[in-house]
Every structure is written in structure tokens, then in C-alpha cells.
């Protein structure tokens, strides 16, 4: 993914971009409902994941992965959760819309959990 360092900068509380699968789920698990750990996707180029703690009864695990398109759009990028048509010039944008509406997640994120790992 290209270095968009401003950007990075804005959502650094929750981009952990090289951390496993496994290790995300594993801060999660501490985490309030609507925690998320956004990290560059090891099996989709140009792509994020998005990991997102919700309650059992949303998912039969209660930590939830959606992928984020990054989308050029008159030689700009747009990002968007995969298999939505909804789309955002920044991913800080996605981020605070989704902490307002969930569209397709379970629940809204949660702006304010932020992890150091």
C-alpha cells in the first residue's frame, strides 16, 4: 500500500498495519463493543482489513473482519467496505461514518478505544 502518511497519521490510534490476524483478535477480546484494529490485508493487495468487536449474538465469534477497498476514482482514491457501493476519500471518513452508522457492520465503531500495541 502506498505510504499516505498524513492520513496514516489521522487514524494511527487504530492502523496496526502489519499485526496478525490472530494478535488483532487477541487485543480485541479485552476491548468494549465496537473496538476496531485496522491493519493492511496479508491476502488481498491494496486492501485493509477491518476487525471490529461485536456480542455474541451479532456473530458466532464476537470479532467480525470486512475488507476495505481502496478504489482510483478520477485519479483519486476512494476506499470502501467490500460489497458496499458506498464510498469515502479518506479512510478517517469511512472510519467516522461507520462510528455513526453502521450501513452493513453489526454495530457502530467505537472512535474512542484505542490500542498500542
Known sequence: ????TDEMTSISRWYKPYLEREAVCDALQQADYGAFILRNSTTHTDCYALSIK????THESNIVH????????????NYRIKGTI???P?????????SVM???LPITLNLNESFTI
Open 54 to 57: 461485536v456480542p455474541k449474538f
Open 1 to 4: 500500500l502506498p505510504n499516505l
Open 90 to 98: 479518506t479512510l478517517l471518513s469511512l472510519l467516522i461514518h461507520h
Open 66 to 77: 470486512y475488507l476495505i477497498e481502496k478504489i482510483i476514482v478520477d485519479s483519486c482514491p
Open 102 to 104: 453502521p450501513e452493513i
Open 86 to 88: 458506498k464510498q469515502f
